[in-house]
């Protein structure tokens, strides 16, 4: 199961369904959310998160909405299946390393990558060329 932010879900059970075992009703939406788009691809229904928490339609959206405005959530109005969760894919991708055995220092990843300087580069010295001495008695 996909652990997120504040690690909620069981250690043993796995799938959107597992995600209402522990935490609060908006930290267990946003584990099925995020174990949703990892197995399946794709964002879930509003629906979909009603059934996995087992709340009404209505309580599901008010759990999204809570967790839009917390920004752990985006979602693009009157767009169906449109629920994002930004920086999923990049957290899916460090832990499915960390499940093949690869160790991802996240000190590492936080290090913005060198700059090059905002002024034009150093100049090159220009060399000139010199002819052969062969050349040059010819």
């Given at each position: ?34 174990d ?48 994002t ?37 150093s ?16």
């Amino acid at each position: 199961m996909f652990r997120a932010p504040g690690g909620t879900g069981g250690d043993n059970m796995t799938g959107p369904a597992a995600a209402t075992a522990t935490g609060s009703r908006k930290a267990q939406a946003l584990a099925f959310i995020c174990d949703f788009i990892v197995e399946r691809g794709h964002s879930p229904a509003m629906i979909d998160i009603a059934r996995g928490l087992k709340v009404s339609k209505q309580r599901a959206r008010t759990l999204v909405d809570q967790l839009i405005v917390d920004g752990d959530v985006e979602r693009l109005v009157g767009a169906q299946r449109a629920i994002t969760v930004p920086g999923l894919a990049r957290r899916a991708a460090i832990a499915q390393l960390r499940r093949d055995g690869f160790v991802v220092d996240e000190d590492v990843l936080a290090v913005s990558p060198a700059t090059l300087p905002k002024d034009n580069l150093s100049l090159v010295a220009i060399i000139e060329h010199l002819p052969d001495h062969d050349d040059a008695r010819q």
